[in-house]
């Protein structure tokens, strides 16, 4: 399995699909929903073909991220760690994760190569965490195979900007960006014209299951009029990743 340097990119539009208690009990009616928002094909990933470029801007879009088509509540991989805090534990996927009491747990299916696990508040709202692992080929080592922390962030947001485009799509800007203990963490914006600011925050590693490297894309967001009341919790939730 080592080998491996196929997986399924997504495509994602402008549009962030929103994930709801009310979506999450439609069940796989969710799904297509999902398919007007992202569109997804095979693409090879290799640091050093030629045109690795155009493939590394495929594999930084699906950072912006595809919510589970079902929500499977999972109780189990839950502790309380005080009043306002449970810790998500992936014994599978060996990473963990805090998040705010009441808020539930969605996991889309996983063919091996990659898995869905979403966080999102009971009541409905436009925000949401979740964290997309997808598999890597073998010359992908470290975060650094794609570039530094800052061309990495502006790869990412330049490729889903469309406001130079007449008449204008969707707005895209980078807000901030470091790197720390080999995880990138990534600040910006996406607007659509007419439409509500989007904020994201992407922390973003990389880790092996002992047969290949996965990457890891954890994205909180939340809209501009939800701010005060969601900001601050999908920051701490994104900033709480650990792998295990």
Not at 90 to 99: L, P, Q
Request: charged share 20%.
């Amino acid at each position: 399995m080592a080998s491996i340097s196929w997986f399924s990119c997504v495509h994602v539009r402008p549009t962030l699909c929103n994930f709801t208690p009310s979506q999450a009990d439609k069940g796989p009616s969710l799904l297509a929903s999902l398919e007007h928002h992202h569109q997804t094909k095979s693409c090879s990933l290799s640091s050093n073909e030629k045109g690795s470029g155009v493939n590394r801007r495929q594999l930084l879009l699906h950072t912006a991220v595809a919510i589970p088509a079902f929500a499977v509540p999972n109780a189990l991989a839950l502790s309380d760690v005080s009043e306002d805090v449970r810790v998500y534990t992936d014994d599978e996927n060996k990473f963990k994760i805090e998040i705010p009491q009441g808020w539930q747990v969605g996991n889309g299916e996983s063919n091996g190569f990659k898995s869905i696990t979403a966080f999102y508040p009971t009541e409905t709202a436009n925000s949401n965490v979740s964290v997309a692992i997808t598999g890597l080929g073998p010359d992908f080592t470290r975060m650094e195979s794609f570039g530094k922390v800052d061309e990495f962030a502006q790869t990412l947001v330049s490729g889903l900007d469309r406001s130079w485009q007449r008449p204008p799509g969707v707005a895209a800007k980078l807000i901030d960006c470091r790197s720390s203990n080999g995880i990138y963490y990534i600040e910006y914006w996406l607007q659509n014209p007419g439409e509500s600011r989007r904020y994201l925050y992407s922390a973003i590693g990389m880790a092996s299951n002992g047969w290949y490297n996965r990457l890891y894309t954890v994205t909180g967001q939340f809209v501009e009029e939800e701010t005060d009341k969601y900001a601050s919790e999908v920051q701490k939730v994104v900033a709480s990743f650990r792998f295990i």
